[in-house]
């Protein structure tokens, strides 16, 4: 029996299932779970934080990924476009936490706006209402424009450090926008091989793309570690533990990455292997939110 809508079969609604609820049981347990026996305090409304920016996340992700991908399609039908719901989703979510900054803080929204992170959280909502209003006009590539902004002002806000701010600006803009572009570009090649039934010449101008993105990734992401965390904290703080489930992901999607490479070369079906990275890629994406959220490790170096 075969269900009505994108969910297709019962065994894929059940798998949709499964994973929102898993989403949810990371998002809203995974600081805690990351935290204990380490001694830190504990960060208020970290679960609702945590899927707040995972929203904010996945809104990027896919409208930047849309972008890029409906150059590389080419000619030919392309999918339905997700760009406005994924800003107006990721500016939704930017409101949400700039609410929830002001119920955790205990001080009003005029004051909140004064603050750095208000003001930032501010920018980013702006950015993303703006991408939406282009996404949705008869030049949805403007939208490349706000949606940079909102790239800067989430890399400023996870960077307050008075140690070399600018570095750590630089290099989470670099991986933020790297990350987006992986997993949304992909989603978005993906849904125009569904909906085309074929088309190996998409796959293989993601897969040029791809591997200029996954090196400025593995290069920031490594520098970034190596500027936030201690090795001694490896194990002893959430940073570092979020951080090793991380790393474990990405090396799983690095290995899935080459296997659909390997088979695209060789004439095989790479579509499957890709379907599996663009899986793992979400669960990457769902971590990574929550290392924005639990404490940065770095007062404990000497």
Known sequence: MTLPGPLGTPSRLTAAVLAAVAVLAVALLGAGLAQTGTGELRIPAAGTTTLLRLLVLAGLAVHAGELVGHRLAGEGPRPRALSVPAALLAAAASAGLLLLLAAVSGLSLPVVYGLREGRLLLVTANAFTLAALCAASRRPALAAAPLAVAVAAEAMRAHPEAYSPAVGVGLTVVHLTGASLWFGTLLYVLRTLR????????????????????????????????????????????????????????????????????????????????????????????????????????????
Do not use: N, Q
Request: hydrophobic residues 55%; charged residues 15%.
């Open 195 to 302: 909906l085309r039934r074929g088309g190996r010449e998409v796959l293989v101008r993601y897969a040029r793309m791809a591997a200029c993105v996954y090196a400025a990734l593995a290069v920031t992401g490594t520098v970034s570690t190596l500027r936030r965390l201690p090795l001694d904290a490896v194990l002893t703080t959430a940073y570092g533990r979020v951080l090793l489930v991380k790393l474990v992901l990405f090396g799983g999607v690095s290995l899935l990455a080459l296997v659909a490479r390997s088979r695209m070369v060789s004439g095989g079906d790479a579509e499957a292997p890709a379907r599996t990275e663009v899986a793992v890629l979400a669960a990457v994406m769902v971590v990574s939110a929550l290392l924005t959220v639990v404490p940065d490790p770095h007062w404990i170096a000497p």
